[in-house]
């Protein structure tokens, strides 16, 4: 009777809970206990498990195994909120292709919006990327399922409108559209279906970001077999036609103006919502060898097309996917991946290295890499906080962290008030990091800093910039995605997976390569 009531009350416990699983972009704006010990009493921002939308045993193992490594509760419980919160919050639907049942479909949401972007779907898998195993695991509730399900969809994706960076629920989920009102005054060319984009900004991050996602997969896991079984192959033959395509300059050889194979207006009253010259951007040279993006992966437009951090992570991403291709005998399209990788790394040297001034009021220079340029000799020098950055760099495999350019990129990048530093990295009393225009002066962004720690070889400048993080999240205990660098009490988006996984990411890699910064209090 006793037992028989109890599991009564266990199941109407269950169905209860599942049926009144809240809705995380309020749940997210809340405290929710038990509170940390330490100073800064962070709440535990994880939904109940029931409520979770992928479960993953190793991922529950590595939270519990790091509690005796991080010494500061606030640290653990901050580490304990984010690593997980992609697979708790943000795994929308997993199911199969409607004309093939052994074609895993992932759809990945950003987090407060409803769709899937292909670069914050690359990235918000990336942070579990360690865990893989390293030979092929078929099973479907697994990571490496995770993985090959965000491949496939992004691989439909890329064949439906490869100029677009993020998209709908497949119609196998019976999810519907989400509707974006900013999108429906946009006038772009190639046209696109509303029912299938959510929204059709050409980023050229996004294509490398379906090239390190498979790369990483392939790199981890062996599973090579799994890139000869679906779309793998024509869509990175999509990927690279839209990418060369991408390469037309504005003018031919006597003036004339080409098309561009991709153009983009909105309505709007921000300047970095919309593209100039009635949708081409500003103009760009002629036998450049570089790859335009008409937006950043903040998804602001460009100021001169040639983003040369887009164009970094994109020639790193075809070495291995050539790798891949010769692996699975597609000599022909590996070899032109691998040349193209070449010529493209060249030409970052050749242009995307600039010459500036190395100090305020001296007539000395120096050389680093520009954020953008055009071809024409005009360059942008700044950083903006979204990965692909130039402090990325080394992160994006393009470079390594001992790079000479790369280093006084970096301390140009790190400082604004030098008279030759950083027009986007803000400081004030709370937090100091890149920012960028798409949260505006004033905001620095977390992720920034997480980026500044994972390039870091410098133990004080990892401990100080790890505090900082810690007390910015305004007592929510997650990763937000801008913190007024004057008062923390005012930051956009409470619901930023990728950021909440980046963080898990780097302190997990703090573990094996500075550990004892994990045993510091950061009270
Ligand atoms: C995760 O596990 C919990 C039980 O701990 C279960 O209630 C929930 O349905 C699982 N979620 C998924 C997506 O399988
Ligand atoms: C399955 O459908 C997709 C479109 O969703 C199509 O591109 C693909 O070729 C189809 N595959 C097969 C095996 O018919
Ligand atoms: C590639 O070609 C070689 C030699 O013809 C063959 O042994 C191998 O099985 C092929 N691999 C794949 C994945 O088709
Ligand atoms: C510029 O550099 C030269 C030497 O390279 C030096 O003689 C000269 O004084 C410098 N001028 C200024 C304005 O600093
Ligand atoms: C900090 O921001 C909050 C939220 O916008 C505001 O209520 C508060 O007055 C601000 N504090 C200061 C000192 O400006």
Redesign the pocket.
């Known amino acids: 009777m006793k037992i028989l009531a109890l599991t009564f009350l266990l199941l109407f416990a269950q169905v209860q809970s599942q049926s009144s699983c809240p809705d995380y972009s309020e749940y997210s704006k809340a405290r929710h206990p038990p509170y940390s010990s330490g100073t800064y009493a962070l709440p535990y921002q994880r939904l109940p498990p029931a409520c979770r939308t992928f479960n993953s045993t190793i991922i529950e193992e590595v939270i519990n195994s790091m509690s005796t490594l991080i010494h500061d509760p606030d640290l653990y419980r901050l580490f304990e909120n984010t690593l997980p919160n992609t697979l708790d919050t943000a795994i929308r639907w997993r199911g199969v292709a409607a004309n093939n049942s052994a074609e895993e479909l992932t759809f990945i949401i950003t987090g407060d919006i409803n769709a899937m972007w292909l670069r914050d779907s690359a990235n918000q898998l990336q942070s579990y990327h360690v865990f893989l195993p390293t030979s092929p695991d078929t099973t479907t509730d697994s990571l490496s399922s995770l993985f090959r399900g965000v491949i496939n969809l992004q691989a439909r994706y890329l064949l439906t409108s490869p100029f677009c960076n993020s998209f709908q629920p497949p119609p196998e989920s019976g999810i519907p559209p989400a509707t974006n009102g900013a999108s429906a005054s946009d006038t772009v060319f190639p046209p696109y279906d509303l029912q299938k984009v959510f929204e059709c900004k050409y980023e050229l991050d996004s294509l490398a970001a379906f090239l390190q996602i498979s790369t990483t997969y392939a790199s981890i896991t062996h599973d090579t077999a799994f890139f000869t079984k679906f779309q793998w192959v024509h869509a990175v033959r999509a990927a690279l036609s839209t990418a060369k395509a991408m390469m037309t300059p504005t003018y031919d050889a006597n003036g004339a103006v080409l098309n561009s194979p991709y153009t983009f207006t909105r309505l709007t009253t921000r300047t970095t919502e919309t593209l100039a010259n009635d949708g081409l951007g500003h103009p760009v040279a002629r036998d450049i060898g570089l790859i335009r993006s008409a937006f950043r992966p903040s998804d602001d437009s460009t100021t001169f097309q040639f983003l040369i951090p887009a164009n970094m992570m994109f020639a790193h991403y075809l070495q291995p996917t050539s790798d891949i291709l010769f692996a699975i005998n597609e000599t022909v399209l590996g070899q032109e991946i691998r040349d193209f990788g070449t010529s493209l790394r060249d030409a970052i040297t050749t242009h995307g290295i600039v010459s500036v001034p190395s100090a305020k ?4 220079t120096e050389t680093i890499y520009a954020y953008e340029v055009d071809g024409f000799g005009s360059s942008l020098i700044m950083d903006d906080a979204n990965v692909p950055s130039l402090l990325s760099a080394p992160l994006l495999g393009y470079t390594n962290p001992s790079d000479p350019v790369y280093l006084r990129t970096r301390n140009r990048i790190l400082d604004s008030d030098s008279g030759n530093g950083n027009p986007y990295f803000m400081r004030g009393p709370v937090i100091n990091a890149v920012g960028g225009p798409h949260a505006g002066p004033g905001m620095a962004w977390p992720m920034a800093s997480i980026v500044r720690i994972l390039t870091s070889q410098d133990d004080d400048e990892i401990s100080k910039t790890l505090k900082e993080i810690l007390a910015s999240t305004c007592g929510l205990g997650l990763i937000h995605e801008s913190v007024n660098a004057f008062n923390a009490s005012r930051w956009t988006r409470q619901w930023f997976s990728w950021a909440n996984g980046l963080f898990g990411q780097m302190i997990y890699d703090i573990k094996d390569r500075n550990p004892g910064i994990l045993a510091q209090s950061f009270q």
């Open positions: 009021d001296g007539n000395e």
